[in-house]
């Protein structure tokens, strides 16, 4: 019986790897593609030479191509280590994907860990993996693994989602902008009321902030956090305005008034408690508020978090904390971007005796928050301080290089910020770690395919004047729409005219001469 049912597993895993294949094909034939599947196949075969294979989900390394193939926008541009490290996330992201009785799920570690839950599941990177899996084709990847944590976990003995903060709901929020599917939202929306719910219970302080564990935060030994005390975090505040303000969104959608009504004073109250309880005007920053009263002394990483939701009022004297970014002594360092400010005298002081250390290190985790705050701030405020696309580039492109391990590409999970060691080594543990994002930061923000409700597709790059010559963003599965996006300078390298263009199922429907914002209708 067992022999029989595998059979049958991998008759259907094949026959969707080919009819994926084929639909791809039959696009390329009809127009509708410019890019090729061949464009990552050197790459695929490199990542697969560099694993042992020791443990196998899914998707096997030896059906990775063609599975590839039928699920992810293709992508190519001038910069090699940006396109290599696209390949190389989705990669990854496949080796998190398990297939489970009731549906599919991503894991966080590749190897089981004792604070994982069913299936190994850990709700940390939850956000960033939907983000992530939000621009896959099929979107029973990103649903079903949403619906775990709100269905199947929960009626577990000893539940794992509130071990640690989420974005849940601006996540699922997100995911809809992109595949537009209305009964899912409907289907979660009373889960995620409760959830919400059930937070206010557990870390809702009498004046309506939010406290939490730096630990329960998966930001464990930061300079400002604690095991015990009820610190309030901009990170937990600001999660929970995010998902207010998509329960917000996603309850007009349906029409559910009560429901809009009640979040949407959730969400004004926490954009309050956030500007007025955690901005220390002193130093520019959001910090922590300790339990016992007044500000944490560090400028962290953290801090910068509430523009991920865009929560900060669009006034210069708020931008002015993004100038710690360029700063040697704030969280500019050789490697990347540092959890902690540089000068302080309790950088990397924490890390002896445990095996997390938020408390200057480089990790991607904060690196992506940080990273779409900024792409926020740049496309959605005047004030912009020091900030400019320059930056931005400068910073995802540090980021693409430091998956590095001895020469080969790898992602872990944290780094030395002056070496780039990765601080636990090659851990079976930590290979593929799964506990950040890159495929959505490139889509969603350097290239800027800004997902929305409406039927208006909009695209703002975060890419530098002469910078690329070219490039080109294929087969988006956008509204039920294959999106080409091309930037061309000059013409000569896809033959479709000078500057950036935008295709919906190989018609075009906009086109720019530079390389800017650019809005174009899907119908």
Known sequence: MMIK????????????SCCGITARAQEQKKGFLVLDPTVMK??????????????????????????????????????????????????????????????????????????????????????????????????????????FWLDEDKAEKNPHFHNFSSWIDDAVYNLYLVN?????????????????????????????????????????????????????????NSYMYGNADALVKMSRILGIDSLEKKYKARAAELKSIVNEQLWDAETSFYKVRKAKGGFADARE????????????????????????????TGFSAPWGLTTAERRHPLFRTHGSGHSCEWD????????????????NLLTGYKNHANMSTAVFYSKFHQYAMSHVMDGKTYIGEYQD?????????DNPRSRFYN????????????????????????????IPENTWDWFCLDDVLYHGRHITIIWDKDGKKYGKGKGMSIYADGQLIGRKAKLKQLKAKLN
Request: proline share 5%; hydrophobic share 35%.
């Open 42 to 147: 050197k790459d695929i075969a490199y990542f697969n030479s560099l694993d042992t294979e020791d443990v196998k989900n899914y998707i096997s390394n030896a059906d990775t191509y063609q599975w590839l193939s039928a699920q992810i926008p293709l992508f190519e541009c001038p910069d090699s280590a940006i396109q290599k490290i696209y390949y190389y996330r989705w990669w990854t992201l496949r080796k998190q994907l398990k297939q489970t009785p009731n549906g599919y799920v991503f894991t966080e570690f590749i190897t089981p860990m004792k604070h994982g839950g069913k299936y190994n599941a850990i709700s940390s990177a939850l956000g960033h993996q939907v983000y992530e899996a939000r621009w896959l084709h099929d979107k029973t990847f990103a649903e079903s693994y949403v619906s």
């Open 5 to 16: 049912r595998i059979k049958e597993v991998l008759i259907a895993l094949l026959l969707i």
């Open 360 to 375: 200057g290190p480089v990790w991607p985790f904060a690196t992506t928050q940080t990273l779409k705050g900024l792409s």
């Open 180 to 236: 537009t599917d209305q009964s899912f939202i409907k289907k979660s929306i009373p889960a995620l009321n409760l959830d919400y719910q059930l937070w206010e219970k557990e870390r809702r302080l009498p004046d309506h902030s939010f406290w939490q564990f730096d630990v329960k935060d998966a930001m464990e030994e930061s300079i400002s956090g604690s095991r015990r005390e009820k610190h309030v975090r901009p990170t937990i």
């Open 435 to 462: 506990h950040s994002g890159y495929t959505d930061l490139l889509i969603n923000d350097l290239i800027g395919l800004k997902p929305r409700e409406d039927q208006t597709l909009e695209v703002y790059p975060l």
């Open 301 to 328: 990483a953290i801090g910068l978090i509430p523009w991920y939701f865009k929560l900060p009022p669009d006034r210069a004297n708020y931008a002015k904390a993004w100038e710690q970014l360029n700063d040697t």
């Open 417 to 425: 910020e002056k070496t780039g060691e990765w601080l636990k080594g």
